[in-house]
């Protein structure tokens, strides 16, 4: 039972799986095919845009070299796709299936509420892993399509970087899910976590007060410093790791705590 769940789950979740890692690796390798139109025109652009946006767009220099196009046009932009799937699949995990009546089901077969959580929340994060790799990969066939030279390892340091963000984000809606067992609250909730968290990221460079709040965005630790250019950083990683671990832990004390709702 306890690999047959975790197998399970993934099984079930197969066509999502394939259509979202298929449409983050075509967009992806859309945007990178775009790379020398944006350099040959679009960073000059950039020279007029207010300072309170150069955080998201970034500065026309950016858009001279695969680094800085890779880091604020696909890992700071593509990240949508990952957390927003992430969102939709771990909000329905448990309490998606607790609304199906499904869940109950489960919990009257001889397996704990522990090993169904984990189980799950495994096959959850490995589905949200594979969707960040299509990114990865798309990565690595664009630059050989334009022909530009990338540091593979330091591309998949960065992949690693954004699926630890999206995970944090997807992981709210976990925790919420399995702590009331309301989807919709859930995925609502942390979509607007979301969105706030990035746009504090965006605006904290100039509006002062935001800095203290911009400790608790995810984005934060996602590209200070870009990856492509430095690698991860030690501290950005610990952060991001322990916060997805006490969301687990939280989430799991109050799912094991509270009753499933009988339909």
Do not use: H
């Not at 000059?44 to 207010?50: E, I, R, Y």
Request: hydrophobic letters at 55%; a positive charge; aromatic letters at 14%.
């Amino acid at each position: 039972m306890l690999n047959s769940l975790f197998t399970k789950t993934i099984y079930e979740k197969r066509w999502s799986l394939i259509t979202w890692s298929m449409t983050m690796f075509l967009f992806t390798l859309l945007i990178v095919w775009l790379f020398p139109t944006f350099r040959d025109s679009f960073g000059q652009a950039l020279q007029n845009v207010p300072d309170s946006l150069k955080s998201i767009l970034g500065q026309a220099s950016d858009y001279q070299n695969i680094n800085g196009f890779l880091e604020l046009q696909v890992f700071m932009q593509m990240i949508f796709l990952t957390f927003i799937y992430g969102i939709i699949l771990l909000s329905g995990l448990i309490a998606g299936e607790e609304s199906d009546g499904t869940l109950q089901s489960l919990m009257a077969q001889p397996i704990s509420r522990t090993k169904a959580y984990f189980q799950k929340l495994a096959a959850g994060m490995v589905m949200i892993w594979i969707v960040s790799l299509a990114m990865f990969l798309a990565v690595w066939v664009g630059s050989l399509i334009i022909n530009e030279p990338v540091n593979l390892w330091r591309v998949l340091q960065a992949t690693f970087a954004q699926f630890l963000v999206a995970l944090v984000l997807s992981l709210v809606a976990f925790l919420l899910g399995a702590s009331t067992g309301k989807r919709g609250i859930a995925g609502a909730l942390a979509g607007i976590y979301a969105f706030l968290s990035y746009l504090v990221y965006g605006l904290s460079n100039t509006a002062k007060f935001l800095k203290i709040p911009n400790y608790f965005s995810p984005f934060k630790y996602l590209s200070n410093p870009r990856v492509l250019d430095n690698g991860l950083k030690l501290s950005n990683v610990t952060i991001l790791a322990c916060a997805c671990l006490v969301m687990i832990l939280l989430g799991w004390f109050w799912f094991s705590k509270r009753d499933i709702f009988q339909r």
